[in-house]
């Protein structure tokens, strides 16, 4: 895990989350402000809807008021998290019958201080590039987010999905040539706003 992302490091959020299971309300209300960005973000990339993203975020804390006595320090809390985080993701999808898109952080930097008609051609491709992500089967479009959003490795992802690195890999590189064949396209209309 990138250890940046987090504002204290392992032996700190360790004895925030002993505290935390000792019933320390003081103690969870410090791990939500370490947490609670991060959680957001990563349930906005499964919802542009600001409302369905803050339900899922406070579902997420409820969840792990509940079930933090449950962890037990043999694994990643950080993946431990993310897997809660993902099965309410899921969960939500479900019950929606739908996959609301997200934009990958790199197509974001695209849009740069350009022409308004360099902004408009950029942003036209990132929200083709959000439709084709969107149309990934699930087992494809979490590996994709974790790998590309999140920045984690193959290792941590097998960890988050519960399969193993070879199936990540697998997994990435057929949701890789689906994206490389319905975006082609693109790779000549982004070389030449560069």
């Avoid at 809807?49 to 409820?62: H, K």
């Avoid at 019958?97 to 350009?114: A, E, G, Q, T, V």
Wanted: aromatic residues 8%; hydrophobic residues 45%.
């Amino acid at each position: 895990m990138k250890q940046n992302l987090l504002l204290k490091n392992s032996q700190e959020i360790k004895k925030i989350l002993l505290a935390c299971q000792q019933g320390d309300q003081d103690a969870f209300y410090e791990l939500f402000l370490v947490y609670k960005d991060r959680i957001y973000s990563l349930a906005l990339h499964f919802s542009n809807n600001e409302g369905i993203v803050a339900d899922i975020t406070q579902t997420i804390f409820l969840k792990l008021f509940v079930k933090i006595k449950d962890f037990r320090f043999d694994s990643d809390f950080n993946t431990w998290l993310y897997r809660i985080v993902l099965n309410e993701c899921i969960e939500i999808q479900r019950k929606e019958k739908r996959f609301l898109p997200f934009i990958l952080d790199k197509m974001s930097k695209l849009i740069s201080k350009d022409s308004h008609e360099t902004k408009l051609i950029r942003k036209q491709a990132i929200n083709e590039v959000q439709l084709v992500i969107s149309t990934l089967d699930i087992k494809l479009r979490i590996p994709v987010i974790l790998k590309y959003v999140e920045g984690l490795s193959y290792d941590e992802i097998a960890e988050i999905v519960g399969c193993s690195h070879g199936t990540i890999a697998s997994r990435l590189n057929r949701a890789h040539k689906i994206l490389a064949r319905k975006l082609a396209h693109l790779e000549t209309v982004l070389e030449e706003l560069q």
